[in-house]
């Protein structure tokens, strides 16, 4: 397939890691646990069955992660992908509620509605709930998937619904720790 001109032509522009939530000051905490996926290894890519769709299902990866602090009330799930050619990272999932004591999330624990209890998808891409897969511009070059975990010392008692904008603005100041799985996504 020939490569895509607008993806070739973007491929130098790019929202920049330092636009993640990660690298915001009021969300900076210990990296004192470890998030991991059975599905992929840190910084290698994402399988095609995770891959985004425009219509059809949105497969979500499996997540594993070691125990959070003690005293975490609540973990708070943010992916982006901050290599799209815009001013941001396009936010990929947005989950609140995730209960402290799991040790992960099945696949497909992301979709909206989900099958995990208590679970709740704030507004992500185009204002959908719930995950949304790996679908960069052809030839644009490889994508960052950046997975976030964060623990949080109180529940943020958002409603489902909520905006990246008032997560973090629950998370600032309750953080107890975080911890981040890069995945990488192409379309050649």
Same mark, same amino acid.
């Given at each position: 397939?020939?490569?895509? /001109?607008?993806?070739?032509?973007?491929?130098?522009?790019?929202?920049?890691? +330092?636009?993640? +939530?990660?690298?915001?000051?009021?969300?900076?905490?210990?990296?004192?646990?470890?998030?991991?996926?059975?599905?992929?290894?840190? +910084?290698?890519?994402?399988?095609?069955?995770?891959?985004?769709?425009?219509?059809?299902?949105?497969?979500?990866? *499996?997540?594993?992660?070691?125990?959070?602090?003690?005293?975490?009330?609540?973990?708070?799930?943010?992916?982006? &992908?901050? &290599?799209?050619?815009?001013?941001?990272?396009?936010?990929?999932?947005l989950t609140l509620g995730i209960d402290s004591a799991l040790p @992960?999330?099945?696949?497909? *624990?992301?979709?909206?509605?989900? /099958?995990?209890? @208590?679970?709740?998808?704030?507004?992500?891409?185009?204002?959908?709930?719930?995950? *949304?897969?790996?679908?960069?511009?052809?030839?644009?070059?490889p994508h960052a998937y950046v997975f976030q975990l964060f623990a949080? &010392?109180?529940?943020?008692?958002?409603?489902?619904?909520?905006?990246?904008? +008032?997560?973090?603005?629950?998370?600032?100041?309750?953080?107890?720790?975080?911890?981040?799985? &890069?995945?990488?996504?192409?379309?050649?």
């Open positions: 397939m020939p490569a895509n /001109p607008l993806g070739v032509l973007l491929r130098n522009r790019r929202a920049g890691q +330092q636009s993640l +939530q990660w690298a915001r000051p009021e969300l900076r905490a210990p990296e004192n646990f470890t998030l991991t996926s059975p599905a992929f290894e840190h +910084q290698a890519p994402i399988p095609e069955k995770y891959r985004g769709r425009m219509f059809g299902p949105n497969i979500s990866p *499996a997540l594993e992660w070691t125990t959070p602090p003690a005293g975490t009330a609540e973990l708070v799930l943010i992916a982006e &992908d901050p &290599d799209v050619p815009l001013g941001k990272p396009a936010l990929h999932a @992960g999330l099945p696949e497909n *624990a992301l979709a909206e509605p989900s /099958p995990v209890p @208590g679970l709740r998808h704030g507004k992500g891409a185009l204002g959908r709930r719930g995950w *949304a897969g790996p679908l960069p511009i052809r030839s644009h070059g949080l &010392d109180r529940t943020s008692e958002l409603p489902a619904g909520a905006t990246l904008g +008032q997560v973090t603005a629950a998370m600032a100041g309750h953080l107890l720790g975080r911890a981040r799985l &890069d995945g990488s996504y192409e379309i050649r």
